[in-house]
């Protein structure tokens, strides 16, 4: 009886699409409402962004290996346009390499978990106002299957 196991290795698309997936379900789990692919004001794309309960917004860059964390340094400029901010990863990444500052999640296609909170920094008043409203206008309008993904 062969009892050898083959190991398949996943696709950097492959691995975003599950780390991205896995953690939209935590999220929802933690009672936000996420979105994917969502342009922000500044022209950057947020892989998730999510309203909580009490209308805080929590951006979520997911980074599907150590190449695509290394050539992508625009992290900071998710900040202006939430009030947390964390990284979501495969639970196969190193996460030393993470900044300690943001937020950190390991996900894969099925769920994950919080592995460090992300620190509040909240927003200004009529800037959580004007995410807000756009969020909600992107979100109706994916669910009335229109193909948009950017904040006016």
């Not at 599950?18 to 999220?27: C, I, K, N, Q």
């Not at 342009?39 to 980074?63: C, F, H, Q, S, Y």
Request: with cysteine.
């Amino acid at each position: 009886m062969d009892l050898s196991v083959t190991v398949i290795a996943a696709s950097r698309p492959e691995t975003t699409a599950a780390v991205t997936r896995g953690a939209a379900r935590l999220l929802a789990a933690l009672g936000y409402a996420p979105l994917a692919e969502v342009t922000l004001p500044n022209g950057r794309r947020a892989d998730l962004m999510a309203l909580g309960r009490k209308g805080e917004i929590l951006i979520v860059e997911v980074k599907s290996g150590i190449a695509d964390f290394r050539c992508d340094a625009k992290w900071h400029e998710y900040q202006p346009y939430c009030d947390a901010f964390a990284f979501a990863v495969s639970p196969e990444f190193p996460r030393e390499m993470l900044p300690e500052e943001p937020g950190l999640i390991v996900a894969d296609g099925f769920g994950g978990a919080v592995l460090r909170e992300a620190r509040p920094a909240p927003l200004a008043g009529a800037r959580r106002k004007a995410l807000t409203l756009a969020f909600a206008r992107l979100a109706a309008l994916r669910a009335a299957g229109a193909q948009v993904a950017v904040l006016e």
